[in-house]
């Protein structure tokens, strides 16, 4: 025998392609352990010396793992690197190719591949002999005689388990969030596209947003910070195990999806339930709460993007934000138009600040002893350029929301202030009329707010006395400490401190007594059951006003609608009137013909 001689030969009727094609590999075993089927194969000479043996030599040096076999995959020679990383016994002629290295489904598609492209190049995981996984990148190869004919297959399998390694855990930097572990944004997003791209998937997205983490993180310092969320991040994961998909998706804000149809309060509890019990940071005991958004996905409303699911619970969030601290949302189509309505109104509110489509108009005010105008409260109205007129409560809270409130409301402040001195110069007898001005608590808790409001004082001329600024109990009641001593320094301004909608926010009157305020402004639904049969709200108004007398503090009933309200209010002792009876808030000239006219009775 030649010292070179071929692993196989061909049969005598058929190529090995057409073999290799047409036979199943259950097939391929049965007619190799046969022996039959013309396939007549010669073995490696390994008795020979010289050549044979350097190549077995130079072979078993490799690193790489090189297995040669017949036309069907019956192994004839594997080397050391093979043999050692396959746990092949020394003889591996008694191995087949599809069961140490391309057993599965897959084997069969690198058979019909090597037939029809005469190559295969893949890469596949398979075990080692210490039982962990190795990755192979494999070529397999059909081996051919000089005339072309196929006699064996050449395999070449090289270890990719470092890089496969090094790029797992790159793929999985690029993924996660490094402080917590938990999915990125991108991750969620490419998750959920995959999963909503099954028409009938369906599932709920939860978006939780840690309230008053800034304040932990700036008083307590950054690192203190982080150890809150990386502690938040494993409570979640022990709420939401199995199955749901946890993310990271901003800086306190996480998102878990839960796929399969969801209970959604349940789903809101359990992250209620992981936020309840104090965290321990660096021995400081923190309590938080949460705000939780949610979007459901369901056959009657399925988004197609992850995107759109996020900006869903994101809308959700918003809402349950607006109603204050803690709470839960859940995405109505409703909300989401309402806060797609919001960028909007966004948007036009600069262009109004910037086009001066704003206008104050006037609301006088009357004494119930004497029908006399004694002041008025200056009331935002916006004018779009098509002629509509928009209320203050359509856009007020966007307003907020983005700062805008801070120029719009000193605008409003200084409109007030030049009316209410042109009412002293244009009309002397009636000189010392007061101006109301709403403030928002955004402007309240600016720092250069009082600086401003003097300023806009000083520059209008008018006396500070006659300025009233209203504030609503809770914006008062939030943060007591700071509003208590906010409203002092705006005392020693010299303006006046009216609660607005006085009964409709959680009132403390143990503060109140505390409180430098001058005037309660009992709410209009309080005084629209006046003069009915409603005989509770009729006691609540009476003992408003007891209360405000024991205070010292004067009482102006706001939406006054009819007579027999102003009477009523007469009657219990009420010092000011306002509503609809009396006037609707009027543009500036009406405003100032009213007060020209003199007392209404
Ligand atoms: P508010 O301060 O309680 O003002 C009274 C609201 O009741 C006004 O609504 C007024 O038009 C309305 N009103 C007055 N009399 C009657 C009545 O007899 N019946 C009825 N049904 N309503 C009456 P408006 O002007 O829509 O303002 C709503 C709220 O928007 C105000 O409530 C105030 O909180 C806020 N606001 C208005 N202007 C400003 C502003 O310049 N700055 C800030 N921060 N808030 C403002
Ligand atoms: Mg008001
Ligand atoms: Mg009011």
């Not at 990383?85 to 191995?95: G, K, R, S, V």
């Not at 305020?517 to 108004?541: M, N, P």
């Amino acid at each position: 025998m030649p010292e070179h001689s071929p692993i196989g030969v061909r049969p005598s009727d058929a190529t090995h392609d057409d073999l290799i094609v047409d036979l199943t590999t259950a097939e391929r075993r049965r007619r190799f352990r046969s022996g039959g089927d013309n396939v007549a194969l010669l073995r490696v000479d390994t008795h020979a010396g010289g050549l044979a043996d350097q190549l077995r030599h130079a072979l078993d040096v490799a690193t790489e793992l090189v297995i040669v076999t017949d036309p069907v995959g019956h192994v004839r020679f594997a080397n050391r690197a093979a043999r050692e990383h396959l746990d092949l016994p020394d003889d591996a002629q008694t191995c087949e190719l599809v069961d140490v290295l391309l057993h599965g489904p897959a084997g069969d598609a690198v058979w019909s591949a090597i037939a029809t492209s005469r190559a295969w190049h893949g890469e596949r995981s398979v075990p080692r002999a210490d039982g962990s996984m190795m990755h192979l990148a494999i070529s397999v190869r059909p081996a051919r005689t000089p005339t072309g004919d196929t006699h064996g297959l050449t395999v070449i399998a090289h270890d990719r388990s470092e890089h496969v390694a090094l790029e797992r855990a790159l793929a999985h930097q690029l993924t996660h969030d490094a402080l917590t572990g938990l999915a990125n944004r991108q991750h969620l997003l490419l998750q959920l596209d995959r999963t909503l791209a099954d028409p009938t998937s369906c599932g709920a997205l939860l978006l939780i947003d840690i309230d008053e983490f800034r304040t932990v993180s700036n008083s307590l310092g950054h690192e203190a910070g982080n150890r809150l969320l990386m502690a938040f991040a494993s409570r979640l994961s022990r709420a939401f195990p199995g199955d749901c998909l946890l993310a990271r998706v901003g800086g306190d804000e996480f998102a878990v999806y839960c796929a399969g149809p969801q209970d959604v309060d349940g789903l809101a509890a359990r992250v209620e339930q992981a936020a309840t019990a104090p965290f321990t940071v660096h021995g400081d005991e923190i309590h938080v709460s949460v705000v939780v958004g949610i979007a459901v996905v369901a056959a009657s409303d399925h988004p197609q993007r992850g995107a759109e699911l996020l900006r869903r619970a994101d809308a959700a969030i918003y809402d349950a934000k607006s109603r204050g601290r803690g709470g839960f949302g859940v995405f109505d189509p409703a909300v989401g138009a309402v806060a797609a309505g919001r960028l909007t109104t966004a948007r036009e509110l600069r262009r109004a600040l910037r086009d001066q489509e704003f206008e104050v108009h006037y609301q006088p005010k009357i004494a119930l002893d004497t029908g006399a105008i004694t002041g008025a409260e200056a009331l935002i109205r916006w004018r779009l350029p098509d002629g509509t007129m928009r209320s203050p409560i359509s856009f007020l809270d966007v307003a907020e929301d983005t700062g805008l409130i801070i120029p719009i409301g000193r605008w409003v402040l200084e409109q007030a202030c030049r009316v209410a001195e042109r009412l002293r110069r244009d009309l002397p007898r009636t000189g010392d009329i007061g101006m109301a001005v709403n403030l928002s608590v955004r402007q309240l808790g600016h720092p250069d707010f009082i600086e401003e409001l003097a300023q806009v004082v000083c520059t209008s001329g008018i006396d500070p006395r006659r300025v009233e600024l209203e504030l609503t109990e809770s914006m008062v009641m939030d943060d007591i400490d700071t509003s208590t001593a906010m409203l002092h320094r705006l005392k020693q301004l010299g303006t006046h401190i009216a609660i607005d909608d006085f009964g409709t926010g959680h009132s403390s009157l143990r503060y109140l007594q505390r409180l430098p305020v001058d005037v309660l402004k009992i709410d209009r639904s309080f005084v629209s059951g006046l003069a009915t049969d409603d005989a509770d709200q009729t006691a609540i108004v009476t003992a408003v006003i007891h209360l405000a007398q024991a205070l010292r503090l004067k009482t102006v009933a706001e939406g006054v609608e009819t007579a027999a309200q102003l009477a009523e209010l007469r009657r219990l002792g009420c010092d000011a009137a306002q509503g609809y009876f009396v006037a609707r808030p009027l543009p500036e000239d009406e405003f100032l013909a009213l007060v020209a006219a003199g007392p209404i009775w």
